[in-house]
């Protein structure tokens, strides 16, 4: 299918919904013009809201792959770029050993001797011991592909820089073998949870589009789309459930897969409604610290009549 199929905001609403990512206007539309601008998007939001499963869904609907590059403190260049073959590299010198006299044979001079050997220098760095890391494989997709940066937050001020020259030109440098540049330039999203403030220069180079936890009918259109069978009832009550507890002062609040993965629980179990006593054994699938539970535990039955209630 490819990035034709990113033709309009409509498609790609529409596009997305058949791979199960309920979409909105505001997505849809940065979706379309990051491809169409041919500028990266920097997604940002709460931890759960459904950033990385943005670009994981655009690739499944475009039929294009996911490359994925996760950010951490300490990246750099050659984690994300490239790094040479060594182990490949030493066992080709150990090669080059054993023959040595035949590859010097007729040879007569020290010189003549160098221009040998020399001849073997580019076949050490060459494509076959080249092992690409995320953003020159993502270059050198042949047909595109939806390159992710996974919470660039994460990584230091220096790679923001070095990220900022790579989408600018989508090229790079690789001494040994020249420039690399992108027959198809991928569609780049960024992801951030705000753990650090991106710098402006970066900003500026993206669209940006914010992503907020999903207000109850767009949630329950997320979970009927991940979960065939729930009924209407235990629908609406356990996400009513989950939008309560995202009013309470929590450590982590519920994630949208978390919410996912409550109705597959619950569905499990056969649960028809929302009960106290059901609520209260899985709880765990939904809040991730004792201090959380504890305090939900004290407010329990208030929270269930409400989602009840609608």
Same mark, same amino acid.
């Given at each position: ?34 491809? %169409? ?6 997604? !940002?939001?709460?931890? @759960?809201? @459904? ?21 951490? !403190? ?12 060594? @182990?490949?590299?030493?066992?080709? =010198? ?6 040595? &006299? %035949?590859?010097? /044979? ?11 050997? &020399? ?21 050198? /997709? ?35 073998? @020249? ?28 669209? &940006? ?9 767009? !949630? ?27 009013? !309470? ?9 978390? =919410? ?9 179990? &056969? ?23 504890? =305090? ?7 929270? =269930? ?6």
């Amino acid at each position: 299918m490819g990035f034709g199929a990113l033709g309009s905001i409509e498609a790609i609403t529409e596009g997305l919904g058949s791979v199960g990512y309920i979409s909105t206007a505001q997505i849809s539309t940065a979706v379309f013009l990051a491809q %169409h601008l041919r500028k990266p998007i920097l997604i !940002e939001g709460p931890a @759960g809201v @459904g950033k990385t499963d943005l670009a994981q869904s655009t690739a499944r609907f475009v039929g294009l792959p996911l490359v994925r590059m996760q950010c951490y !403190e300490g990246l750099d260049e050659s984690k994300a770029l490239y790094e040479w073959k060594y @182990g490949k590299q030493l066992l080709y =010198t150990q090669i080059l050993k054993e023959q040595l &006299h %035949h590859i010097l /044979e007729g040879a007569e001079t020290l010189d003549q001797s160098f221009a040998k050997l &020399h001849s073997f220098e580019d076949l050490f760095f060459s494509e076959a011991f080249l092992e690409p890391r995320p953003l020159l494989r993502a270059l050198k /997709e042949e047909k595109g592909c939806i390159l992710l940066i996974d919470e660039v937050d994460k990584a230091d001020e220096e790679f923001e820089a070095f990220l900022l020259e790579v989408l600018s030109e989508y090229q790079v440098t690789v001494p040994e073998l @020249g420039p690399v540049t992108a027959a198809v330039p991928p569609l780049v999203m960024l992801t951030s949870n705000n753990t650090r403030e991106i710098g402006d220069a970066l900003k500026r180079r993206c669209l &940006h589009l914010y992503i907020s936890f999903p207000e109850a009918a767009r !949630e329950q259109a997320i979970v009927r789309a991940r979960v065939p069978g729930i009924s209407a009832e235990l629908l609406g009550q356990l996400v009513a459930f989950v939008q309560g507890l995202r009013a !309470e002062e929590l450590k982590k609040l519920p994630s949208i897969a978390e =919410t996912v993965d409550w109705a597959r629980t619950l569905l499990l179990l &056969h649960a028809e409604s929302l009960e106290p006593e059901l609520v209260r054994a899985t709880l765990n699938v939904l809040l991730k610290f004792e201090s959380d539970i504890r =305090t939900v535990q004290a407010k329990l039955e208030t929270l =269930t009549r409400k989602a009840r209630e609608g």
